[in-house]
């Protein structure tokens, strides 16, 4: 037979095991909270540059996939065709950008593994890890694929087909050929 004194001493104990565990997990989760916020800084830092196979293209982008850099080599214009050239930037953008995402992912998803739930915290209590988004798994961006102009690229590159001269603007400081004006 048990007292109330035993009853009140048994849930002093239970409390005290509930509190000490609380605690803890407070504790787990403030940690977790400043590592986490270190890695979103990481993260938003991130930028990944890419060069084309054939080195005329170098693309930059930023933690979110937005193009911040373009480069293009000036014989480009002279090696490839237009539709070549706008293929080769696609694929560099979105490989950088698969770079820069995978890359996030694997700064954050340690930090979001493994989070006590709330089913910890006591018996019955919903999981609310059901209900936090999930870090996607993105793979490393695959090689590139050696660009369709490389047959052309080893052939002697062809001279440019003459382009028509444009009427003299009424303006006479106008370029009359935008690339190759204002070196």
């Known amino acids: 037979m048990t007292t109330p004194g035993d009853e009140r001493a048994r849930l002093d104990a239970r ?3 509930l509190r000490a565990r609380v605690d803890d997990l407070l504790g787990q989760f403030n940690e ?4 986490l916020r270190a890695a979103q800084q990481a993260a938003a830092a991130l930028t990944a540059t890419l060069t084309s196979p054939d080195s ?3 693309v930059t982008v930023d933690a979110t996939g937005m193009l911040t850099d373009l480069h293009i080599d000036r014989s480009t214009f002279e090696r490839t065709t237009p539709e070549t050239l706008a293929r080769t930037i696609s ?3 979105r490989r950088a950008t698969a770079d820069v995402r995978r890359r996030s992912a694997d700064l954050l998803r340690p930090l979001t593994e493994g989070l006590p739930d709330l089913a910890d915290l006591a018996d019955g209590a919903p999981s609310l890890a059901d209900m936090l988004p999930k870090i996607p798994d993105y ?3 695959e090689p590139a694929a050696p660009p369709e102009s490389e047959s052309i690229l080893r052939q002697e590159p062809r001279p440019p087909a003459p382009m028509p001269r444009p009427e003299a603007p009424a303006d006479d400081d ?4 935008w690339l190759t004006d204002g070196e």
């Open 91 to 93: 694929d560099i953008v």
């Open 174 to 177: 106008m370029p009359s050929n």
């Open 139 to 141: 793979p490393a961006p």
């Open 15 to 17: 409390s005290a095991q």
């Open 56 to 58: 005329m293209v170098r």
């Open 32 to 35: 977790r909270t400043a590592e």
